[in-house]
């Protein structure tokens, strides 16, 4: 039976914060979008963008919050309301300095791990069973604080690596629409 789901991307908006670490949501987001071409939207002023597609005969909306990603969780609650999407059917993609560069990690729920914007999410939806989709963009080198590693931008060197779990994100945002969270996080966290 067709389902609705809602793919959201986190991120901050603005020119300086493209490219950035803490952007990898909105990137892999992106890398999704391209094989629909959707048209995006404005959300409810400017609390995000939004496109709708369809794959395997499920109506799919992609998400970027435009509230800075402490408060993701305000757009993710009011569109999920909106369309009546229960969180199982969401998936949140975010950036974990605890991975390292090139890896993701797909679980069906859980604590927020130190992500402020999935805590958000979780306060504004009330419950921890939000599937979500960390991308890895680690490890932070001591020099940095951590505010400072996730707001600084992917190097050249590091850029196939990004590439690489950009490619594992789009798969893993794919097999969760059209096989479920146990078969995606099964092929997604295989080693």
Known sequence: MPQTFLIAG??????QYEHTRHNA????????????SP????????KGLYAKTEL??????????MTFMNLSGYAVRSFSSFYKIPPKNILV??????LSLGSVRLRAGGSAGGQNGMRNIIEQL????IPRL???IGPRPAVFEGKDFVLSKFSSQESPLLKEALIKADAAVHDFIVNGIDAAMTKANAK
């Open 10 to 15: 986190l991120g901050n908006p603005g020119r």
């Open 25 to 36: 949501g909105f990137m892999a987001l992106d890398v999704f979008a391209e094989g629909f």
């Open 39 to 46: 048209m995006w939207n404005k959300w409810q002023g400017d």
């Open 56 to 65: 395997s005969g499920n109506t799919v909306y992609l998400l970027k919050p």
């Open 93 to 98: 993609i975010f950036d974990d300095m605890s």
């Open 126 to 129: 009330g419950t921890q069973d």
């Open 134 to 136: 960390r991308i890895g």
